[in-house]
C-alpha cells in the first residue's frame, strides 16, 4: 500500500510528492548513471543519459519483483541544474514513458561532478513492494 502525504492547503507539486507513506518489502536501488548494462555511455546527450539512467533503474527493480509503481523515493543529482531545468518536458516525457505515473517523493540535487566523468545525471530509488 502507498498513501501519498499531501498536507491540506499545499499547493500540489508537479511531478513529485511532498511525502509518502508505505508498506511491504523494501527495495534500494543505486545511484544509476546513463551508461548500458556493458558500463559504456551511448550518447552525452541529456536526456538519453536521463533515459539510460531510469531505464537501469527499471532493470535493477525487476531483479526484486518490484515495478516502477512501487517507487517511493527517488533521488536525482545533475551536474547541471539549466540543462534539467530547460529541458524538462523532455525529461517528464521519458519519466512518463519508462516509469508512469509519478507519486515518489523526490529530491533533485546539482553537484559538481558525478564519479564518472561523462556521467551527466544519477538516479537513485527506493521501492517498497506491497505484501
Do not use: C
Not at 539512467?53 to 523515493?73: D, K, Q
Not at 514513458?97 to 523526490?106: D, K, S, W
Amino acid at each position: 500500500m502507498i498513501q501519498v502525504l499531501q498536507p491540506d492547503g499545499w499547493e500540489k507539486p508537479r511531478g513529485y510528492a511532498n511525502g509518502v507513506a508505505a508498506e511491504g518489502r523494501l527495495v534500494f536501488v543505486a545511484g544509476q548513471i546513463g551508461w548500458n548494462a556493458a558500463q559504456r555511455f551511448e550518447s552525452d546527450d541529456f536526456v538519453a543519459q536521463v533515459r539510460q539512467a531510469l531505464a537501469n533503474v527499471v532493470a535493477v527493480l525487476a531483479e526484486a519483483g518490484a515495478r516502477p509503481e512501487h517507487i517511493v523515493r527517488m533521488t536525482w543529482y545533475v551536474t547541471d541544474k539549466r540543462e534539467y531545468l530547460s529541458r524538462g518536458r523532455e525529461v517528464g516525457a521519458v519519466f512518463r514513458e519508462l516509469i508512469g505515473v509519478y507519486h515518489a517523493a523526490m529530491s533533485a540535487v546539482e553537484v559538481s561532478a558525478l564519479m564518472e566523468e561523462r556521467a551527466q545525471v544519477e538516479i537513485e530509488v527506493t521501492a517498497v513492494v506491497p505484501h
